[in-house]
């Protein structure tokens, strides 16, 4: 996490043997104060991310995602 945010990154994803098993990513919000982070299938980071990135108006099913906060 430190080399993402050293990095300037928006956004990590993490992949680890428990998101394996799941089949879904944690995508964290770097630059977000409160440590917002969501489980997302894997199927559906690129429309995620885009949804964060410019606005959720496009055409797409977001029942693959599951936010939670810490």
Known sequence: MKRA?????AYAVIIGE?????GAA???E?????GRQSEVAFEGIAD???DQI?????????????????
Do not use: P, T
């Open 5 to 9: 945010d050293n990095s300037g990154a």
């Open 18 to 22: 428990d998101e394996i098993a799941k």
């Open 26 to 28: 944690i995508v964290k």
């Open 30 to 34: 770097m630059r977000d104060a409160e």
């Open 48 to 50: 995620y991310l885009v």
């Open 54 to 70: 410019v606005g959720d108006d496009h055409d797409h099913d977001h029942a693959d995602h599951v936010h939670y906060h810490h």
